[in-house]
T-cell receptor
Framework: NAGVTQTPKFQVLKTGQSMTLQCAQD?????MSWYRQDPGMGLRLIHY???????DQGEVPNGYNVSRSTTEDFPLRLLSAAPSQTSVYFC?????????????FGPGTRLTVT | AQSVAQPEDQVNVAEGNPLTVKCTYS??????LFWYVQYPNRGLQFLLK??????LVKGSYGFEAEFNKSQTSFHLKKPSALVSDSALYFC??????????????FGQGTTLQVKP
């Protein structure tokens, strides 16, 4: 198992540009989430999905879109990048099968918006 | 509002000494509690969880945590710290109940520094 993979690892964007952060998991997990990590603020939930075709907003969804067309993939789209979106982005997945509950995190994408 | 607090930004301990990283929570319903560790430039790794049962749970790398319902706390502990334990630690809570989608609420993180 590769677990949760994210691409790219690093990205620099100019204000107003758009891009997609990729996330994939090979564990057949139902739940997938996107978080952003900023110093002193922990991880904040952007969007999440409870299964293919179902997504919902988290704590800080503005400026981001998601879709979940397959169980494996959960891309995060920045529509028009802003400096406030400079952050480290983590994708995570989990399953409730077997009463495990813990989330598995990808290695992160470090995004800088200038 | 549901929240998780880690009152210390940084904890410093000497190698070989016991360590404690504090976490308190405020949720409605029965909490599921988690500890994660993040090493530099890495994603978060699961350490341990409390779902139900014994209040003292054991996890990876010799860590353990004690669930205290009356004090709404879930402090992370280790009897003898290693330099390699130096990292950023996150406490998280999930509320279990009907209609719940299993979202986690994270604390702001505590940096653990273990000095030789």
């Amino acid at each position: 198992n590769a677990g949760v993979t994210q691409t790219p690892k690093f990205q620099v964007l100019k204000t107003g540009q758009s891009m997609t952060l990729q996330c994939a998991q090979d564990m057949n997990h139902e739940y997938m989430s996107w978080y952003r990590q900023d110093p002193g603020m922990g991880l904040r939930l952007i969007h999440y999905s409870v299964g293919a075709g179902i997504t919902d907003q988290g704590e800080v969804p503005n400026g981001y879109n998601v879709s979940r067309s397959t169980t494996e993939d959960f891309p995060l789209r920045l529509l028009s990048a802003a400096p406030s979106q400079t952050s480290v982005y983590f994708c995570a997945s989990r399953t409730d099968r077997g009463n495990t509950y813990e989330q598995y995190f990808g290695p992160g994408t470090r995004l800088t918006v200038t | 509002a549901q929240s998780v607090a880690q009152p210390e930004d940084q904890v410093n301990v000497a190698e070989g000494n016991p360590l404690t990283v504090k976490c308190t929570y405020s949720v409605s319903g029965n909490p599921y509690l988690f500890w994660y560790v993040q090493y530099p430039n890495r994603g978060l790794q699961f350490l341990l969880k409390y779902i139900t049962g014994d209040n003292l749970v054991k996890g990876s790398y010799g860590f353990e945590a004690e669930f205290n319902k009356s004090q709404t706390s879930f402090h992370l502990k280790k009897p003898s710290a290693l330099v390699s334990d130096s990292a950023l630690y996150f406490c998280a809570v999930r509320v279990h109940g009907s209609g719940n989608t299993g979202k986690l609420i994270f604390g702001q993180g505590t940096t653990l520094q273990v000095k030789p």
